[in-house]
């Protein structure tokens, strides 16, 4: 716990700056080689698939320095390590395919690892071992920080997944450029004077920057990181100040001993969650349980007369508004619709990356199934992104109805290792610059070995 003469700022600070690889687990280690994994294989297939990434790839290619050294994952462009941080950032969550937390509202990656990656390439060589512990503390950090709050972010106007995900890249740059604890303190400082995401971001019927957001939290992390190196100082206390990171975004609710509790013990990056579907985590249970019904009671959709889907808070967000959800007119829009990837599953009989081009959004007979999606709010369930039930009700009276409370992916029932390499290399077959499945085979077995790796930077 804290002190009066060591502040909560500065116990994480000392805290993600003082461990060393040998301290970790070989559990920890092993889940932060299945999120490194993860996480390239996603922004691979975003670059060749995501056309809303493109402008940030671009300027990333135009602001090349004489020397560049960082590369933009899935393509030919190598570049200056806050440009790569951005291109890639905006590639991390454009299919929302990248790993989340369900137990809070975070996907601790998405930002974290791009920055990490540009750091380890412009500045290495970095090792695999401190790339490793680079992001199994960043990402502990983000899960702490979402779990420790005592009032929603998004209820004062936020969107939290990029503002939580800031602090953990911080954490990770700082560990990647080897930043000391008053250093670390100052780059959290300066990340306050850009940390931003209204909720703003979820309205309208066009815009693609919930997609892309986490390009600019990945961007600055590297910034106020190589900031803080050159000795430009903060604060003392970026989290829990007057006027700081718990003030601002929590209306300085939050319980400290979340944080603190088996800090250095206990490792969160553990208890991610993976995705087997490429849409918002809250919408996993229900495409787990339609596809279940699915395939357990050859369903044809020419039967369905209603389709019922119960959640908590975070699958309301994904019901409504209702018009809108119905029928999506973007990507990303259709990946935050229950209405769209329940009819998807039970039309196609699987819910891929495929599923939500053009053409997939287009299909009058996803469209019009997903018109007969109601959603029933739990109350009793509150902010539980995981949990989803869906009851089916056929023409004929019957109704089909199944619970799932631990959709695949997550710690309760994980994907397994093969599973993971595939779904990497079908994204790398999908980049701009595809990559061949022995190519993509032989690269998930150096990510899963990374910490043998001297310089992790030249891998990719």
């Known amino acids: 716990m804290t002190t009066a003469t060591t502040p909560l700022s500065a116990c994480l600070a000392a805290h993600v700056t003082g461990v060393r690889f040998q301290d970790l687990p070989a559990s920890t280690v092993e889940a932060a080689r299945r999120a490194l994994l993860d996480a390239v294989g996603v922004m691979h297939a975003a670059s060749g698939l995501a056309p809303e990434v493109q402008p940030f790839i671009e300027l990333a290619a135009s602001g090349s320095p004489a020397r560049p050294r960082a590369s933009v994952l899935g393509t030919s462009v190598r570049t200056s390590a806050s440009l790569a941080a951005l291109a890639n950032g905006s590639m991390a969550h454009a299919l929302d395919y990248e790993d989340a937390f369900d137990p809070a509202p975070t996907h601790p990656d998405a930002s974290l690892i791009p920055a990490v990656l540009a750091l380890a390439q412009a500045g290495g060589p970095v090792s695999g071992r401190e790339l490793l512990t680079s992001i199994a503390v960043g990402c502990d950090l983000v899960c702490r920080l979402g779990l420790c709050l005592r009032e929603d972010p998004a209820r004062l106007g936020w969107y939290p997944p990029p503002i939580l995900g800031a602090m953990g890249a911080v954490a990770g740059a700082a560990r990647v450029l080897g930043l000391d604890s008053r250093q670390l303190l100052d780059a959290w400082s300066l990340m306050m004077l850009q940390n931003s995401c209204p909720g703003e971001i979820t309205s309208g019927t066009h815009g693609v920057l919930r997609a ?46 979340v944080l603190l509790e088996d800090l250095g013990s206990r490792w969160l990056v553990e208890q991610l969650s993976f995705k087997p579907w490429p849409s918002c985590r809250g919408t996993h249970a229900a495409i ?20 019922q889907v119960m959640g908590g808070e975070v699958q309301q967000m994904l019901a409504s508004p209702v018009a809108r959800k119905q029928a999506p007119s973007t990507s990303i829009d259709a990946k935050f619709s229950l209405p769209f990837t329940v009819a998807t599953a039970l039309c196609r009989g699987a819910v891929t990356l495929d599923s939500f081009n053009p053409a997939a959004r287009a299909d009058p007979e996803v469209l019009s199934l997903a018109r007969r999606l109601r959603f029933s709010l739990q109350t009793a369930w509150g902010r539980d992104a ?21 959709p695949r992916g997550s710690p309760a029932n994980p994907m397994s290792g093969p599973e993971l390499v595939a779904k990497f290399v079908d994204c790398l077959g999908r980049a701009s610059r595809p990559i061949a499945p022995q190519a993509a085979h032989a690269l998930a077995a150096r990510i899963l070995a990374i910490d043998t790796e001297e310089d992790a930077g030249a891998l990719f």
Do not use: C, N
């Open 288 to 307: 787990e349980a339609s596809l279940w019904l699915r395939e357990q009671h050859a369903i044809r959709v020419e039967g369905i007369a209603e389709v």
């Open 212 to 257: 892309v957001r986490e390009a600019f939290p990945a961007q600055a992390a590297v910034t106020v990181a190589e900031l803080a190196a050159s000795g430009i100082a903060g604060f003392s206390a970026p989290f829990e100040g007057e006027a700081g990171f718990f003030r601002l975004f929590a209306a300085g609710r939050y319980d400290e001993s």
């Open 386 to 406: 995981a949990r989803g039930a869906v009851a089916i009700h056929l023409k004929d009276g019957r109704v089909l109805e199944r619970d799932v409370a631990h």
